[in-house]
Every structure is written in C-alpha cells, then in structure tokens.
C-alpha cells in the first residue's frame, strides 16, 4: 500500500531543466525554475561556497540538509523580501517542513510567501494542497540513538504510541504518519475536526482527517507531537486492509536518519554510516518525494521509492524508455492496483526480468510487471516506476541513509 500526499511531480530530467538551473548557476536566477529538482544534481557539479545563495539551499534540499537550507532560505527572504528568489525560497522551505513533520512552520510560511506575494499562482497552488495541516504542531524528535528491534519478516516494527504497544510499518512513500480509525481510537487519541485528502497507488483519492499522538516511542528515541493521517475504517475494511494499522511516515524515518534492514529478524534504526560519502549518493528529492537513482540496460533511470509498496510496479515511462525489450521478451497481462482508495485494473506487460544496477549491487526483478499508465503515485510523472519490498528482498538486507542519501543493498 502507499500512502501519498496530493503533490505534482514531474517527468525525466530534460534539457529544461539542466538549462534552468545552468542559468542559475550564471547567476540569473529570475528564470530559473524547478529548483525543487534534485535529479539534474546527479549530473551537475555540487554548487560551492562562492554560488548562489539560492542554488546551495536547492541542492540541501535535494539531499537532505535542512539546517543549511533553512538558514540559507531565510537570509534570501530576508535580504530580498517581495522578489522571485524569495518566493522561490518560500517554496524550498515549503518543502522541507512538510517532509519533516513542521507542520507550524510550515503554516507559518505560507502565511508569510501569501502576504508577501498576495495573488500569486505558486502560493495559491501550494494552499490547496497544505492548508489541510493548519492547527497541528511541529513534531519534535528526541536525541537520535541506535537501538536494533525484531521485524516480521518484513517492515512492521514495534513502537509505542501515548503509552501503548504497536506494531507499524516504515514506509518511504508516505509524507505524513498514518494510522486507520479504529487504531487511533484504540490509542484514545482525539480526532480533530475538519478533513483532508490523500491520493494513492491506485489513482484515487481518500478523504482523512488528522489526530496528533503526544509521544511515541521507536526503540530507544522518543517522538513528541507527532500527527498522523486517520484514514477511515471502511476504506480500510472495503480494500481487504487491517481495521486497525499504522504506518511510520517520513518525518519519523528522516529523524532516525539510517535504518538497517536484515533477512535475520532485525532491522536498525538511528545507527551511525560507516561509509558517508556523498559521492555515493542515489537517493534524492523531487518536490514532495524521495526517488532513486539506478542503472538499467546501461542507462541511469529514476523511480520513486517506497517501503511501503509490497512490488515494484514499472510504467509507461519504462515501457516508452525499453520499448525494445518491452517488444522482444513481454507478454501481455492485466495488473490490480490497490490503495486505501480502491483498487483499479491496468492493461500490464510481464517481462521476464529487469536487472537493476542499485549502487554497486545488481538485484533482479523477476517477473517484472510492467503496468501501461502514468499514475503518479506509481512514479508515472517523474520516473520508470515505484521500486518496493520485492526488489529490496532480492538482497539479504538494505541500508537506507538519509545523511548521505543513499540506498544499499547487502
């Protein structure tokens, strides 16, 4: 299952792009856009202590250096309040307080990017989409500690929530914590008034409303004020979904910033990198979601990246991309797709296996399904699909670091 919130992204890195953030790396950053890109990264030269202030804080936000972005965004609002780099910069900021789970200071910015630019289409999109977590508080992590906790062969972990036991899944695809509302009627937790939207794998729409767990527990760090998603329990009963589940999203995995997963029964969370080399970096942000970098057939392709999706579903971009090997070794199928929404049906081709160059590791997917449509949740705006367990488990664990914004498989 996966958990999205309603945010665009985009297509293949293009021309566009690079030319964009070329110009701002000439200094004219008035027409540069889509900044919040972090792919052209991969393949551009890591901006410097002499670049500009707006470029640096892009590409901390591609890769996950809030503090530096933070900093740098704010002197930009500053020093040059009603100008497009500020709007920009509001943008960016945007961005790293919804992934980490600031949802004041997220409301706080909109509020000020809105009095500042009154009108403006960015803002006004940016509104329908966050204006939902107005009210809830900024989720506050407590001192990062290594602790390693039993799994159930797959990625349900135990935690503890306002004082009570629980077994949650980690899931990389979702931007907010979530949990059904019997789940969150078992824990006693106070819903609040009000509703939002989350969209999902299968192309639809769930409405939500929120509740806010005073503290919880993953291993040995400890979370206060953290907000969950409350998705209804016939959604859940209607999808053959447990009444009662919860998911760790986002803001709670960039807090414990490494987790280690192993086929022995363990998985660890907080640990330190043993090999934090930037250079190493495949992970990195697009907008509201984390996609990896891999090789396949020769050429570097993106994918959205999610723990949360129990297979790795391939689309319309990857069959576009390989049309060749599509051609030669597919056979024609159908493929259900399952969210708290509903399910829909694709037309599918099976392919016998794609190799994923993954780091330095290979890993097999065998079949590959590869589904005819571009939904987004699935990556079908930005990438050649959603990469899930069933790829991760060809290895005997993977390590995901988000210090050094890297995947690797074991």
């Not at 107005?134 to 602790?147: E, F, K, T, Y």
């Not at 939500?208 to 291993?219: H, N, P, Q, S």
């Not at 999808?239 to 803001?251: A, E, H, K, Q, R």
Request: hydrophobic share 40%.
């Amino acid at each position: 299952m996966r958990i999205v919130g309603r945010f665009p992204i985009t297509i293949f890195l293009t021309v566009a792009v690079f030319s964009l953030i070329a110009a701002a790396q000439g200094g004219d950053l008035r027409q540069s856009q889509g900044l919040d890109d972090g792919r052209p990264w991969f393949e551009l030269t890591r901006p410097t202590a002499a670049s500009p202030p707006l470029l640096r804080a892009a590409a901390a936000v591609a890769f996950n250096q809030p503090t530096a972005a933070e900093e740098l965004l704010r002197r930009i609002i500053r020093s040059q309040p009603r100008s497009d780099t500020a709007s920009q910069a509001h943008e960016l900021l945007s961005r790293v307080y919804l992934r980490s789970g600031h949802y004041k200071r997220l409301i706080e910015n909109l509020d000020a990017w809105a009095r500042a630019f009154p009108g403006r289409h960015e803002v006004e999109r940016e509104r329908e989409d966050i204006e939902q977590f107005r009210g809830l508080p900024d989720q506050v992590n407590g001192p990062r500690r290594a602790s390693t906790l039993r799994h159930d062969d797959g990625i349900f972990v135990p935690v503890v929530v306002n004082g009570k036991p629980a077994n949650y899944f980690f899931d990389t695809g979702a931007w907010m914590s979530a949990m059904t509302q019997a789940e969150a009627t078992r824990l006693g937790m106070e819903i609040r008034s009000g509703r939002g939207v989350i969209s999902d794998a299968s192309g639809g729409s769930a409405a939500i409303r929120l509740a806010v767990a005073k503290e919880l527990t993953l291993g040995s760090m400890r979370f206060r004020d953290v907000s969950f998603a409350v998705l209804p329990d016939q959604e859940a009963s209607a999808n053959s979904l447990p009444t009662s589940f919860g998911i760790l999203g986002m803001p709670i995995l960039l807090a414990a910033e490494t987790i280690r997963w192993s086929k022995d029964g363990t998985v660890e969370f907080g640990g330190r990198n043993d090999r934090p080399d930037a250079a190493d970096s495949n992970l990195v942000f697009y907008k509201n979601h984390l996609i990896l970098r891999a090789i396949v057939l020769g050429k570097p392709v993106f994918a959205t990246f999610d723990t949360g999706a129990v297979s790795t579903d391939l689309n319309n971009n990857f069959a576009t991309e390989f049309a060749d090997l599509v051609q030669r070794t597919g056979t024609r199928d159908t493929q259900s797709i399952t969210g708290v929404a509903g399910t829909t049906s694709a037309e599918a081709v099976r392919l016998p296996e794609v190799v994923f160059d993954i780091g330095t590791t290979r890993a097999v997917l065998r079949p590959a399904i590869v589904t005819l449509q571009r939904i987004s949740a699935l990556g079908g705006d930005c990438c050649v699909g959603n990469i899930g367990l069933d790829l991760l488990m060809t290895a005997h664990g993977f390590t995901i670091d988000f210090s050094a914004m890297t995947l690797r498989l074991d």
